[in-house]
């Protein structure tokens, strides 16, 4: 029976929410709690999200609420700042990288390297969460750095993000890349950026 109070177009499910706003299922839940979406339960006990609520926020007509907000202050560590890896050769698109990134005001250190040679000694004095790299670097290009990386243990646990200018069947000619490896093409999709890198500083906050 549908409640006339709310009718169907009105509400997302917080799935739909998520999806909409580009964030995971887990961070639209802890929106709600905190009360940053408005949201109800349905008698079955099922969250539907505000489409309103959602819409405004979009538009930024409602606050996006950081990591710090979102997440139980305790559990936030100022010094314990998630550390993204960029490895890169074109300094320009370097520099894009790092505006943008530090534009989210987010709790991150931001690490550099402009090859793949960089980017081991980075890898090896910070132990990074996140990396971003090209493939076609000089030197050691991204494709050594991450056969490298995954013929052996000590790099486990870092989520790799690959933005290449090459297709898929170029990487595949050249021997591929290991699983669970997400390519993204060229021009730099800083929303899914965006949203993998917030999902992983929760992850990192929660401890």
Same mark, same amino acid.
């Not at 910070?126 to 991450?146: E, K, N, R, V």
């Not at 699983?179 to 800083?190: D, E, L, N, T």
């Given at each position: 029976?549908?409640?006339?109070?709310?009718?169907?177009?009105?509400?997302?499910?917080?799935? =739909? !929410?998520? @999806?909409?706003? &580009?964030?995971?299922? %887990?961070?639209?839940?802890?929106? *709600? #709690?905190?009360?940053?979406? =408005? !949201?109800? @339960?349905?008698? &079955?006990?099922?969250? %539907?999200?505000?489409?309103?609520? *959602? #819409?405004?926020?979009?538009?930024?007509?409602?606050?996006?609420?950081?990591?710090?907000?979102?997440?139980?202050?305790?559990?936030?560590?100022?010094?314990?700042?998630?550390?993204?890896?960029?490895?890169?050769?074109?300094?320009?698109?370097?520099?894009?990288?790092?505006?943008?990134?530090?534009?989210?005001?987010?709790?991150?250190?931001?690490?550099?390297?402009?090859?793949?040679?960089?980017?081991?000694?980075?890898?090896?004095?910070?132990?990074?969460?996140?990396?971003?790299?090209?493939?076609?670097?000089?030197?050691?290009?991204?494709?050594?750095?991450?056969?490298?990386?995954?013929?052996?243990?000590?790099?486990?646990?870092?989520?790799?993000?690959?933005?290449?200018?090459?297709?898929?069947?170029?990487?595949?000619?050249?021997?591929?890349?290991?699983?669970?490896?997400?390519?993204?093409?060229?021009?730099?999709?800083?929303?899914?950026?965006?949203?993998?890198?917030?999902?992983?500083?929760?992850?990192?906050?929660?401890?």
């Amino acid at each position: 029976m549908t409640d006339i109070r709310h009718p169907p177009h009105a509400f997302l499910t917080t799935r =739909e !929410a998520a @999806k909409v706003l &580009g964030i995971s299922t %887990r961070t639209a839940q802890l929106w *709600v #709690e905190k009360g940053f979406l =408005e !949201a109800w @339960k349905t008698e &079955g006990g099922h969250r %539907r999200i505000s489409r309103t609520s *959602v #819409e405004h926020m979009l538009a930024g007509k409602l606050p996006c609420p950081s990591p710090k907000e979102t997440l139980t202050p305790k559990k936030y560590d100022q010094t314990g700042n998630l550390k993204v890896l960029i490895a890169e050769d074109d300094i320009t698109l370097l520099k894009l990288y790092t505006t943008a990134i530090n534009s989210w005001k987010l709790p991150l250190e931001i690490i550099t390297g402009k090859n793949g040679i960089e980017a081991l000694v980075q890898i090896g004095r910070h132990a990074p969460s996140i990396l971003i790299i090209d493939l076609c670097m000089p030197g050691m290009d991204g494709i050594q750095l991450i056969r490298s990386m995954s013929a052996s243990d000590w790099a486990s646990g870092m989520d790799i993000l690959v933005v290449t200018g090459i297709d898929r069947s170029e990487i595949n000619a050249l021997g591929g890349l290991p699983g669970g490896i997400r390519i993204f093409p060229k021009p730099v999709p800083f929303d899914e950026l965006h949203s993998i890198i917030y999902e992983a500083l929760e992850q990192h906050i929660a401890g």
